[in-house]
């Protein structure tokens, strides 16, 4: 059986780890810290799913947020991969702009609910 690669990307943080939920789905999680690392771990990995924060930034210029930069690493390197995003529920507004640019699996609001989580992993599982 192929390992089910899960790429967590935490660059806040401020919740539980949920390496033990991935392992207990059957994924294989690493964890980086920043959107550069991310990219630069997708050069030479390509994930099953890949959890992420989205956050906004107004001082952004030409992107909505982080996600855009991710998205594109992920379009050229891991097409297939499910994208499950952690969201302020005060920015669930600017995320619908960014969903028509790229794909998201899924966004579950903070604080995280362990078995959305789940049901999404589980889903993304049976794709």
């Known amino acids: 059986m192929e390992e ?3 790429l967590s990307i ?7 780890d949920f390496a033990p939920i991935y392992r207990a789905l059957g994924y294989a999680p690493v964890k980086v810290h920043s959107m550069r690392k991310a990219q630069a ?7 099953a799913v890949v959890v992420a924060e ?3 930034d107004p ?11 991710l998205s594109a690493a992920l379009q050229r390197y891991a097409p297939g991969a ?3 995003l952690f ?13 028509k640019r790229c794909s998201i699996f899924g966004a579950l609001d903070y604080p995280v609910d362990e078995q959305a989580l789940r049901g999404l992993l589980e889903q993304a599982a049976g794709e």
């Open 87 to 99: 969201i302020d529920p005060g920015h669930r507004g600017r995320l619908e702009p960014v969903r």
């Open 4 to 6: 089910r690669r899960l």
């Open 82 to 84: 499910r994208v499950i």
């Open 10 to 16: 935490v660059e806040l943080g401020g919740y539980p």
């Open 54 to 56: 989205f956050h906004f």
């Open 59 to 69: 001082e952004l210029r030409d992107r909505m947020g982080n996600i855009e930069s």
């Open 41 to 47: 771990w997708l050069k030479r990995n390509q994930p």
